[in-house]
Structures are given as C-alpha cells and as structure tokens.
C-alpha cells in the first residue's frame, strides 16, 4: 500500500469519526435551554427520551422535565405498564427551596392517587420525602433524577449523587410519575409533552 492510499484511508476514516461524533453531538433536545440527551443508560439500559417540557407556576419557569423509556410510549397507561427501566429528569430552571419542592411534590402525589393506595405507600411516601432534606435549596441548573430500575426499585439521584434509599416497590413508583402523568397533573401541557416526541433543535 502506497504513502498515498495510506494517507487517503486515514482521512477518510476520520471524516467518518467526524461525522459520527456531530452526529451524536446533535442528538438531543432543548428544552428551555437545557440540553436532553436522546439516550441515557440507566440500570445497565440504554433509555429513549420518550418527551420533555417545562414546569410552569403562572408565568415562571420551575424546571424541565424529560420522561426516559426503554420503548415510546404515547399514553399514561402505556408509561405505567412499560417494562424495564424508565428515568424522569427534572433540570431546575431557578432557585428553590428544597422545602417549596418537597411539598408541592408531595401535594401533587396526593392528589393523584386514591386513599387505598396512599395506605400502601405511606412509608415509601416518608422514605421518598427524606430526598428533599439532603439541601435546603436547589440552584439553577441542579438536576433531579428519579428512577426505576428492575430488581432494585426506585432510586433518586441529585447531580448525580444518589440520594435516599431505594424503594423495590412499583407502585410507588408508579405513583410519583403521577405526579407529572396523573389525572390532576402538576402542569397539564407538561403532561402531553412527557408524551409527545420533543422538537429537536
């Protein structure tokens, strides 16, 4: 092989590197300027961001949620029904009282879910409450993840750390995402985009 072929080989394969590496770079969604990847691993998975929109109060900006599948998913009893692993990111999009979250969280999950399921879940629920005791405030850009993950249960991270124990029971977790998917969501466009396919930008 000539100097010349070599030469030609080397750079073609590095357009192709090129090309690949812009490509991924790509891959992925804005959401009120915060950055969703189209994948993540989670529980040795790789997840689909299945949606993602903002939290609005009024006319503020709380957070960006993106909801993450194994396989797409358009409806809330799909979601609730999908096997393997699943991830909702929260990206907070102002400062927050730990406390303002926690109850507003808290509020929300009861009003999403029924009497005989609250009783079930009343000690996951504490448990689940002992995240937001970790800070007292969360800052512009911290990141929230909560997840199921088959064989361990619902585990929680702050910036990547994890947080809490982890709770084996699906129905709890079932019950936070009804949080954001339930029949008196936190935000109601929210819910339809958690399931509806995001704009790439």
């Known amino acids: 092989m000539t100097a010349v072929s070599k030469y030609s080989i080397k ?3 590095a357009g192709i590197f090129l090309t690949l590496a812009a490509g991924q770079a790509a891959a992925a969604t804005d959401v009120a300027g915060t950055r969703y990847e189209d994948a993540m691993s989670v529980g040795g998975k790789t997840l689909m961001l299945n949606g993602a929109g903002v939290r609005n109060k009024f006319t503020v900006k709380i957070y960006a949620a993106g909801l993450y599948l194994e396989a797409p998913q ?6 609730m029904k999908a096997e393997g ?10 400062d927050i009282s730990s406390d303002d979250l926690g109850s507003a969280f808290m509020l929300a999950l009861s009003n999403n879910i ?12 504490s448990k689940y409450g002992e995240m937001f005791g970790v800070t007292d405030f969360l800052k512009k850009g911290d990141i929230i993840d909560t997840d199921w993950i088959p ?7 702050l910036n990547g750390k994890k947080v809490g124990p982890d709770i084996p029971d699906i129905l ?7 949080i954001w998917l339930g029949d008196k969501p936190v935000d109601a466009e929210l819910k339809t ?3 509806t396919p995001a704009k790439k930008k």
């Open 74 to 79: 358009s409806t809330v009893d799909g979601v």
């Open 114 to 125: 029924n009497d005989a399921d609250k009783a079930k879940i009343a000690t996951q629920i």
């Open 85 to 94: 692993a699943r991830r909702v990111r929260l990206v907070m999009l102002r």
């Open 11 to 13: 750079a073609l394969l």
């Open 193 to 195: 985009r958690l399931l």
């Open 172 to 178: 709890f977790f079932n019950s936070v995402l009804r």
């Open 151 to 157: 064989g361990v249960g619902n585990r929680c991270f």
